[in-house]
């Protein structure tokens, strides 16, 4: 990997979503879908945030496998993105990380870092559920952060309006939907945040 541009942003001053960034939420849907309900998705076919908009599947299907990853993320076998987990845990050696999830429920995806980051830094970390999309402008302010990464396009376009600086992580839902920063995986927002030096890539995820 080659960065043109000098790190950036201190790890303290950026946040995160989390499905469809940190947590690999479309895989987990695809291998429910396919394992539970007998249904096919290929991960080109989501092209819409809202999964029913796009894909020729039952509303009430869709609603069950989203109900589930809400309500039991490890119990449904949802896995952290490639990369997320080590580049979180360097992030976290340098400021408590801060997420902020439009989840209604913040107990079972807090459990689910916990299980994927560990004690230590499930203790020291900020998470907010707001159960809203369009509200987490507000909340991301008050946290005194000022990057943050999201899949949603219409989210980030939204804090963008509010003077923020969002960095569309990069789905199949967002592509074509706005004109700001992207980044393609964890190993560039790490790139946007830390030197080259101590990165091993041929390392595991
Ligand atoms: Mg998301």
């Excluded at 020291?124 to 000022?146: P, S, V």
């Excluded at 927002?189 to 890539?201: G, W």
Aim: proline share 7%.
């Amino acid at each position: 990997m080659t960065r043109t541009t000098p790190p950036s942003i201190h790890p303290g001053q950026i946040g995160f979503d989390i499905d469809g960034v940190v947590a690999d939420t479309m895989e987990a849907f695809i291998r429910i879908a396919r394992e539970e309900h007998g249904v096919t998705v290929h991960p080109e076919q989501i092209t819409a945030f809202q999964v029913e908009d796009c894909l020729d599947m039952d509303p009430a299907v869709v609603a069950e496998i989203f109900q589930r990853l809400l309500e039991d993320p490890l119990g449904a076998g949802l896995q952290l993105m490639p990369y997320a987990g080590r580049v979180l845990r360097e992030f976290a050696g340098h400021a408590p990380l801060t997420f902020v999830t439009a989840r209604p429920l913040a107990a079972p995806i807090a459990e689910w870092l916990r299980a994927m980051l560990g004690e230590e830094i499930h203790q020291q970390m900020r998470l907010i559920a707001t159960g809203e999309h369009d509200d987490k402008t507000r909340h991301i302010k008050e946290m005194g952060i000022r990057y943050f990464v999201d899949d949603r396009a219409q989210t980030c376009l939204m804090l963008e309006e509010a003077g923020l600086s969002p960095i569309v992580f990069s789905q199949p839902w967002n592509r074509g939907r706005h004109h700001l920063p992207t980044v393609e995986n964890w190993l560039a927002i790490r790139a946007l945040c830390l030197p080259h030096d101590d990165l091993r890539e041929a390392e595991t995820p």
